[in-house]
Every structure is written in C-alpha cells, then in structure tokens.
C-alpha cells in the first residue's frame, strides 16, 4: 500500500460545479488522460493497494462538501464506490493515515476517524444496512472495501475545532432573516425537483 504520487496518478476538471449538476473529473494516470469521468472537483488522495487505485475526491462546495471514495482495478475498471456525507453538513479531508497491509484512517466529517478497510475479496453485503450513518453506495450486495466510523451528531466538534451548529448558525445570521429563508426554501424546492 502506497500514496500515488501527481505524477503518476491526478485529475483535471472535465466540468463545473453548476445549480443543476456536480463537478466532475477526468482521470489521468502518468499524466496521460484515460477518458474516465467522475464526479468530484478535488483530488485529495490516491493510493495503490495491490494493483488496485484508490482515489479521494471532494465535491468542493462549501457548508455542503462530499467526499467519495473510488476503487478501481488493475485495467482501471471500476470496482467499488461510497460518498460520505450528509445534507447541511461538510467536511474537510484530513490526516490521512495509511495502515498496512489493507486499511487507512482519515477524518472528514461527523468528529470522528473514519477507518477503511481494503478486502482482498469481494464480501457480501446488506444495502442501506451494512455501512454506517453517513455512507452512502449504489445498490449492490458486494463490496471490495468496509469504511468504518461513528459520526456523532449534529453540534460535536469537528476537526477544526469548531462546533457544526455554531458554524450554520454563525452562517445563517450573515445574512437577514427573510432573505436566508426565502433562498433556502428556494435552494430546496430546486433541489428536490431535480435530485
């Protein structure tokens, strides 16, 4: 296990963050573009693990970030995906910490590290059921890695220190009262038409 260097494994922006879609990515191995496309704006990490490359993307939207976790085989095949994150929280990716021979920590969100753990088979799986609060995958029944965690709940510290509740509440009072309603109320009703 092994952080990939830029050299050998980067992304450039293939498209903005937009009101109707998420950034995404173009993948470039020895600085050569594979034509994948993923959504994130952000590589914060990448790492080989016994042929297999596994990437951290963030969406890089502000009080409302995403991180999500790529695995992909040898061929670059797409193995195994997760998001973490949740709505009206963020997060900030941090002391990444890899521990072998198949497992890393990190933190993010929620006040607290994160754990996964790279399988060296696939293993069954219960969708919404197997991965903590705050995971989030496409419907399978098979996994090729288990990220472990507790996130607390809304108002415990996060990383910087900073209570969650305090930082919304410290943003909402930016801004009057009837305009932070209207655009919220306005931001949501967009958000549930389009998904």
Known sequence: MRLLSTSEFTARLASPYTDA??????????GKPTG??????????ALDWQGCRIAFFTDDIPFEDMLRIYMFDASMTLVDAAVLGAMYSTGTFAELTLQPPNALTFRFFGGTAWRMVLLGEQE???PFLSDPSGVSREFKFFRHFRIEGKPQPGGARDISGQAETITRRQ???????????????KWYDSFLMNG
């Open 21 to 30: 879609k998420l950034a995404a990515s173009e993948l470039l191995l020895d």
């Open 36 to 45: 994948l496309i993923v959504t994130g704006a952000a590589l914060e990490a």
């Open 124 to 126: 069954f799986s219960l």
């Open 171 to 185: 943003t909402a009072t930016a801004l009057p009262r009837r305009a932070s309603r209207k655009r919220i109320s």
